[in-house]
C-alpha cells in the first residue's frame, strides 16, 4: 500500500508518534539537566564546589573515576554532564544551569534563557556537527604531517583542530564551554585513535592540561587550527574560496 493509499489515522497516528519522539528526547535533556543541578547543588551544600570553581576539569577527573569504577554512577553523570554542557555551565552560577534548552522552542519562536529574558532558537551548526568535522581535520592534519606524534602533540593538534573548526563554523562558545568540550574532544580523539590502552584517570588530565597549557606545543595547537580553519572553509565554499 502507498503511502497516499493511507488512511487519515494513520497520518494522525505517525505525525503523534514523531512528536513523541521528539518530546521524549527533549524530556531526557531536561531530567539530565535536573540531575546534573542536584549534584551541583550537592558539592555546594558539602563545601567542595570552590575547588571545582578554581579547577573546572576535576570534573573529568570525577567523570573517567566512576566510570572506571561505579560505572552505573559514571554513565549517570557523564549523561547529565553532557546534557547540562548545552547550556553554558559557569562556574560563577556554581555550574546550575537553567532547565530548558533554547532548541526546544521552534527556531525564530520565543524561548527561556534562564536569565529572566526572552530568547530565540539558534540556527547554527550543532556541537555534535563541529565535532564530526574537527575529528576529519584531526585525522587530516595528523596524516599531512607525516611524522609519528606522542600523545601530547596528538593531544594539542586535536584541540587546534577543534578551535579552527569552531572558528569556520563561526559557533559562538563560551570560554568555559570551549574548554569542556576541547578536553571531551582530545579524549575522544586518544581514544578513537587508540591511544588509550584503559581509562586512566590521571594520565588523561595530564595530557590534556599540557596540551592545553604548554608553550611548547603552541605551535601546533596553531598549525592544526588553521589546517582545520582552510579544510572547513574549502568544504564549504568551494576549493576557489580565500581561505586565509
Known amino acids: 500500500m502507498s503511502l497516499n ?13 514523531t512528536e513523541g519522539v521528539a518530546a521524549a528526547s527533549t524530556s531526557l535533556g531536561v531530567i539530565g539537566r535536573y540531575l546534573w543541578n542536584l549534584q551541583m547543588r550537592l558539592l555546594v551544600s558539602t563545601g567542595t564546589m570552590r575547588l571545582f570553581r578554581a579547577h573546572w576539569w576535576l570534573f573529568l577527573v570525577v567523570g573517567f573515576l566512576l566510570l572506571a569504577f561505579v560505572m552505573p554512577v559514571g554513565v549517570a553523570f557523564v549523561i547529565s554532564a553532557f546534557c547540562a554542557g548545552a547550556m553554558n555551565p559557569r562556574a560563577e552560577d556554581n555550574f546550575v544551569v537553567p532547565l530548558r534548552h533554547l532548541d526546544d522552542a521552534p527556531i525564530g519562536e520565543p524561548a527561556a534563557t534562564g536569565h529572566g529574558e526572552a530568547g530565540y532558537a539558534p540556527r547554527s551548526d550543532s556541537l555534535e556537527d563541529v565535532r564530526l568535522a574537527a575529528a576529519i581535520h584531526h585525522v587530516g592534519y595528523l596524516t599531512a604531517i607525516k611524522r609519528d606524534l606522542e600523545d601530547k602533540e596528538i593531544a594539542a593538534a586535536a584541540l587546534g583542530a577543534f578551535d579552527g573548526t569552531v572558528q569556520a563554523l563561526g559557533l559562538e562558545l563560551t570560554d568555559l564551554d570551549m574548554l569542556t568540550n576541547g578536553a571531551a574532544f582530545i579524549f575522544a580523539q586518544l581514544t578513537s585513535l587508540e591511544r588509550i590502552d ?6 588523561i588530565a595530564e ?19 588553521r589546517f582545520a580553519y582552510r579544510m572547513e572553509g574549502a568544504m564549504r565554499d568551494g576549493p576557489n574560496q580565500p581561505t586565509g
Not at 596540551?211 to 601546533?220: D, P, Q
Open 198 to 203: 584503559e581509562v586512566d584517570p590521571e594520565w
Open 5 to 17: 493509499d493511507k488512511t487519515p489515522d494513520h497520518h494522525i497516528a505517525y505525525g503523534a508518534a
Open 207 to 225: 595530557v590534556t592540561d599540557e596540551a592545553m597549557t604548554s608553550s611548547a606545543l603552541e605551535a601546533i595547537r596553531a598549525e592544526a587550527g
